[in-house]
């Protein structure tokens, strides 16, 4: 399975980014399906999640600002990021918990991250 992320880049105080990640491989479903961000010395953090049953969460810091969501039938999900603020620099992961086929488990799988950086 490979988690194929795209959407970042430099955007000014206040402005918008769509991120896009899209899982592909042998997948029979997916359950959970979020996004993460880590900034240069500090732990990785989950900015956002969307599972199957379509309930989301959010990071405190992002809440009324950023939008989860995700089409299922591409196996795909998106962070539209609205009012971003320069302490939203950071590369931004998407990760996902997948049920292969032929197996009854799930396995967790991350992208290879995307740039986001906001500064004027």
């Known amino acids: 399975v490979q988690l194929q992320a795209s959407g970042g880049g430099l955007v000014q105080p206040g402005g918008s980014l769509r991120l896009s990640c899209a899982a592909s491989g042998s997948i029979f479903s997916i359950n959970t399906m979020a996004w993460y961000r880590q900034a240069p010395g500090k732990q990785r953090e989950l900015v956002a999640a969307s599972a199957s049953d379509g309930s989301t969460n959010y990071a405190d810091s992002v809440k009324g600002r950023f939008t989860i969501s995700r089409d299922s039938a591409k196996n795909t999900v998106y962070l539209q990021m609205n009012g971003l603020k320069p302490e939203d620099t950071s590369v931004y992961y998407c990760?996902?918990?997948?049920?292969?086929?032929?197996?009854?488990?799930?396995?967790?799988?991350w992208g290879q991250g995307t740039q986001v950086t906001v500064s004027s």
């Open positions: 990760n996902a918990d997948v049920q292969l086929w032929g197996t009854r488990r799930l396995y967790n799988y």
